[in-house]
């Protein structure tokens, strides 16, 4: 029998991650993926997804020290 594949809607999905991760930063300031991932409880996947989602909107800034990624929101 194949397994049943279901459908999100993008917009949504990555939306809503990006608010979670919006959200995370507002209360804990400048973090990298895996520090965001932690404090939104979501998949590094889905963080990554909602930062490209907010650097599309032009809300986060990038650091980077020692090799290291750190997002904030401007």
Known sequence: MAEEISCVDVNENFGANAGKVWS???A???MNVLDLSKKSKLKTTDVIGGLGWLAREGKITIQI???TSYYGLK
Do not use: T
């Open 24 to 26: 995370a930063l507002k």
């Open 65 to 67: 020290k020692n090799r």
């Open 28 to 30: 804990n300031g400048a």
